[in-house]
């Protein structure tokens, strides 16, 4: 079996301070299998167009009709995932089949290894106009089956195997398709010349932020919409095709003439449920009820008025399961299940919905795969590394399990909240891509959720939530990995709050602190302050009564404690010693690396402290973080290279940064401002240093090579480090590596300087490497596929909307980066979500600003703005509230919850009239040449834990413009009139004069 076990080269044992100095990067290597697809080979429909006439000369060649849209070359790694939290996933690829199946705990996807493919897994259509002959495809197009894709190493995303050649060979496909991709969902256009009808369909798994068993269902839909624009009703069939591979062993490949010892005793049965849900149960007789295939399958059609369900309980296999449906050999969903199948063989079987479209007019019908396997094992997740841990049992399971006893259960309860789970995620979907912040940071954001719901984390039967770094890589809940991310809290808040109790409470070590990794010894320092920041993140989010913060907190205090006691020993707010970190090695000396960490959990702990009565250690952390952030400022700015070095010579410089230009050495601005504490250091040498990375870490192969070897050529990137000035000893370790994780604070702070254009391009070029030709756009590697850091991409946006929110004083504001006169947003709450909107002249001084929820509750007591406005007045749902106004930010007279379904209007001025052009873009989301004429102003709440000597600074990266803009903005309308008269009155004088001629 293969997997990550801690003490391999990957996960080295951690043996105190000095843990995980190993390499966790693995060498590439390289298989070389030849074949060469023409369109001479592909199988041609009967009584139908020739998809395949200009194949060769066409293929790859279509152009994408938006940033989300994946055609020609980028569906070769157009991967898009399906699947709940905790639940594994499997992908819809850019052929049209699925495949990369993780569903059933049995995860062998390491970053080298194949995507796992199993046969008979696809879609076909059969469609007949009246008075014609039947048309029958299977819905695959050969688009991405290049010469070079077939030739690539197996584990690579584009790969093509010989069996998805073969099939097309003998079973008719289609001339192309193309995918929308807008996370959760994919939309799928089929382009089938000469069918009487078009197709289209909805591919997606549930998501609704905040709705944890809503969002973790081990389903995955298929919505297919059939138009018929001609003259005649069309009789069409739609098959949903599935291999039972229960039994399998997760990794070996399942296509002929591969042998397949683990199958056997494979049932389908045919099943219609009191609700209507009908199709194909899929199990084994032979599995042993407690091992880790152990499991169903379903197969199934969602009840429709207008279609008739049948199916093909059993096919031995594509080909005879294809002619089947072509021919019309179907049953209906009754009746007792197939015989077992013989000895190291299986059945596929298929779900037929058939519906008459009559002329000018759609159908849609629903299939749901769904799936269930209770027994994921602790060794089968992380080895025997964590064999007698009383919070791991031997069968972890999954949280899916405690609600649903089979796979119908589990299709069933689709079924019966189908409108409500698609609508709400439809809703979820369209409220974040209305967003007017630039396409590259808004597919950045929603996009990573993929990973959270991704092979990489699992949901234990118990209820605790655990994760790798990657997926079969580096277990478990990594605190120096984890510890960059947002995303959790942000959109699932009570998930980030259980793996803060694991941190302080489950696993917290005594004398040391947060362990680095679930139930493990070991010391991440960067971990450590990382879980005491996202720790007051979560509270900030949806913890207003302190519940969370109560049962934390005494270890958060801890651990802050033992960080002065055993590491801040000279007592200046400088840390000097041994520092374990996620560059798996230990650096020393003072750096702003751990520093910016460092400062920024002494300033959320004085918060929580304030929150929790402790007044006089919320004093001590408010008096160390100033003096800290001092005293690294002095020590590490260097202003002759403009960034911030490690404080090193070379008697201590092993794994150190030293003089280099350092990817992370601002690592914690991204958690820094997600929590409302705004800069860490000088602000203006914040902003300096992160261009100066943008200067001088931005590389592009060739000549480039990246360390993990994921660059392929024209692709370009953040590193590590460089060294522009000098390198100290070796410098630092992994400083070739180029990761999204690393990348995204600093942009993340390049968006809060308001440096928007560097900030998307670099984020364009992750994009970019992520488009679909060679890499899927749902999957960031690093150590492994599907990264967990990664998911400090969602920050992004955060930034992107300029959004401060505190749910324990029920503030929350908004500053947006671009389109500030006409701007639109989701935005998450405790309780709730829903979308923000602002419209109004520059400076907002007349404006409209409403607050819509509509999904659970939003809950709030001051809302601001950046706005120049002397005036305003509330109202929900057009009733008034009391409110009060003040230098953008309004307080309501009580705390209002806002309804699903409800909107609080706040009108400034007279309020948003006639439509004008943006500020920047005329109305359209940012490009990266686009945001230049950004005007520079301050936050809405300006850096809530800014250090006062700073303010100067703060004062002086302000744009001059401010300065004379502001006041005019502020002027009364009389004064604008009297300065209108005079203008006028300056025209006579010079025109009569003869100062001024006008040629005629």
């Known amino acids: 079996m293969v997997n990550c076990k801690v003490g391999s080269p990957c996960c080295p044992s951690p043996t105190g301070a000095a843990a995980e100095t190993s390499s966790r990067y693995p060498p590439v290597t390289k298989k070389d299998l030849s074949t060469t697809p023409t369109s001479k080979g592909w ?48 992908l819809f690829i850019g052929d049209g089949t699925l495949s990369g199946w993780t569903i059933q705990n049995l995860f062998h996807a390491a970053e080298y290894g194949p995507l796992h493919q199993i046969p008979n897994n696809f879609f076909a259509v059969s469609a007949e106009a009246t008075g014609g002959k039947p048309q029958s495809f299977v819905l695959i197009s ?101 291999q039972n591979f229960i039994g399998w062993d997760g990794s070996s490949d399942c296509n002929p003439p ?17 609700d209507g849900v009908a199709g194909l149960r899929m199990t084994s007789n032979n599995v042993d009820p407690t091992a880790e295939p152990f499991g169903s399958l379903a197969a199934c059609a969602l009840p429709s008025t207008s279609a008739k369900v049948g199916v093909i ?65 602790r060794v089968a997740m992380v080895g025997h590394s964590h064999d007698g841990n009383k919070y791991l049992p031997d069968v972890l399971g999954n949280m899916y399990s405690n609600w649903f006893e089979d796979a119908v259960a589990s299709a069933q309860y689709m079924n019966q909240n189908s409108q409500m789970l698609l609508n709400t995620t439809r809703m979820y979907r369209d409220t974040m891509f209305a967003s007017t912040v630039p396409w590259e940071i808004l597919d950045t954001a929603a996009g990573r959720v993929a990973c959270m719901r991704s092979p990489t984390m699992w949901w234990a039967k118990n209820g605790i939530v655990l994760g790798n770094e990657g997926n079969v890589c580096c277990p478990l809940n990594c605190s120096h990995v984890y510890g960059y991310t947002v995303l959790l809290e942000r959109l699932f808040p009570t998930l980030a709050m259980d793996m803060r109790v694991s941190d302080f409470v489950r696993n917290y070590a005594p004398g040391s602190g947060v362990r680095m990794r679930f139930g493990n010894n070991g010391f991440a320092i960067d971990g450590a302050l990382a879980g005491v920041i996202k720790t007051y993140l979560a509270v900030r989010m949806s913890d207003p009564e302190l519940k969370f913060l109560t049962t934390v907190w005494p270890n958060v205090k801890d651990q802050m404690e033992l960080m002065l006691k055993n590491f801040d020993t000279d007592g200046d707010g400088v840390i000097r010693c041994a520092q374990q ?38 004093t001590t952390m408010e008096n160390r973080a100033t003096l800290s952030a001092q005293s690294y400022e002095k020590i590490c700015w260097n202003e002759k290279f403009g960034y911030y070095i490690a404080d090193v010579t070379s008697s201590n410089c ?83 590596l180029v990761s999204t994780g690393f990348t995204y604070p600093g942009i993340a702070g390049m968006i809060y300087d308001r440096n928007l254009e560097q900030a998307v391009t670099l984020t364009g070029n992750i994009r970019k490497r992520q488009d679909g030709r060679n890499r899927s756009p749902w999957n960031e590697p690093e150590c492994n596929i599907l990264y967990s850091r990664a998911m400090a991409g969602y920050n992004l946006y955060d930034q992107a909307c300029g959004l401060v929110y505190d749910c324990t004083e029920n503030f929350i504001s908004f500053d947006p980066r671009c389109n500030e006169t006409n701007f639109q947003c989701f935005v ?73 379904g409800s909107t609080l209007t706040i009108t400034i001025g007279t309020g948003y009239r006639a439509p004008k052009k943006n500020s920047c873009c005329g109305g359209r989301p940012c490009g990266p040449s686009e945001s230049k004429g950004l005007r520079q102003r301050s936050t809405a709440k300006i850096n809530e834990a800014m250090a ?39 025209y006579f004088v010079f025109v009569h004069s003869g100062a001024i001629h006008f040629p005629k």
């Open 43 to 90: 199988k041609r429909a009967r009584n139908a167009e020739d998809q395949f006439a200009s194949y060769d000369e066409q293929v790859g060649k279509q152009p994408p009709s938006s940033p989300y849209t994946y055609a020609g070359d980028q569906l070769h790694a157009c991967n898009f995932p399906l699947g709940g939290f905790g639940t594994g996933q499997v």
């Open 142 to 242: 050969p688009q991405n089956y290049t010469e070079a894709n077939c030739n690539l190493t197996p584990g690579q995303e584009a790969y093509v195997s010989p069996a998805q050649v073969n099939r097309l060979q003998q079973l008719p496909g289609i001339k192309s398709l193309t995918i929308e991709g807008r996370y959760p969902i994919a939309d799928v256009n089929y382009d089938i010349p000469g069918l009487p009808v078009t197709i289209s369909m909805e591919a997606m798994t549930p998501l609704i932020p905040g709705d944890n068993k809503n969002s973790s269902l081990p389903v995955a839909v298929f919505s297919f919409k059939v138009t018929n624009s001609s003259s005649t009703t069309v009789k069409v069939n739609l098959m949903q095709a599935q």
């Open 258 to 274: 591969n042998k397949t010892p683990f199958w056997g005793g494979n049932v389908n049965t045919p099943f219609t449920t009191s």
């Open 313 to 377: 309980a059993s096919a031995s296999d594509e080909a005879d399961l294809f002619t089947k449906f072509s021919s019309g050999t179907i049953a209906p969903p009754t009746g007792a299940g197939t015989p077992p199948s013989a000895s190291g063989t299986s059945y596929c079987g298929g779900v037929v919905q058939s519906v008459s479209v009559a002329a000018g007019s759609s159908e849609t019908v629903v299939f749901v795969l769904s799936w269930n396997f209770p027994n994921r094992t």
């Open 581 to 618: 970190n996620t560059y798996d090695s230990a650096m020393y000396g003072a750096n702003t690396f751990i520093g910016s960490y460092y400062v920024t959990a002494l300033k959320v702990t004085a918060k929580m402290a304030t929150l929790m009565g402790d007044s006089e250690f919320a």
């Open 654 to 736: 092993k794994f150190s940064y030293g003089p280099g230009c350092f990817v992370d050495q601002l690592c914690a601005i991204g958690l820094s401002t997600a929590c409302g504490q705004g800069y860490i250091f000088n602000p203006a040498h914040e902003a300096q240093a992160r261009l100066s990375i943008a200067k001088y870490n931005v590389m592009t192969k060739p000549p480039f090579q990246d360390l993990q070897k994921h660059f392929f050529d024209g692709d370009t990137g953040v590193t590590v480090c460089t060294y522009p000035n000098g390198k100290l000893g070796e410098g630092m370790k992994y400083d070739t």
């Open 828 to 900: 998450s709450a405790s309780g709730g979500w829903g979308s923000f909107s602002q419209k109004g002249d520059t400076g907002l001084a007349n404006a409209t600003v409403t607050l819509s929820a509509q999904f659970g509750t939003i809950t709030v007591k001051t809302l601001g703005v950046v706005s120049s406005g002397t005036s305003a007045k509330a109202s929900l749902d057009g009733s008034s509230i009391v409110a009060t106004f003040s230098k953008g930010v309004t307080t309501l007279g009580t705390v209002t919850t806002i309804k699903a």
């Open 948 to 986: 006062p000597q700073y303010a100067k600074e703060v004062q002086d990266i302000e744009s001059v413009a401010d300065v004379w803009i502001r006041p005019a903005w502020q002027a009364s309308w009389t004064s604008f009139l009297l300065g209108c008269i005079f203008m006028l009155c300056l």
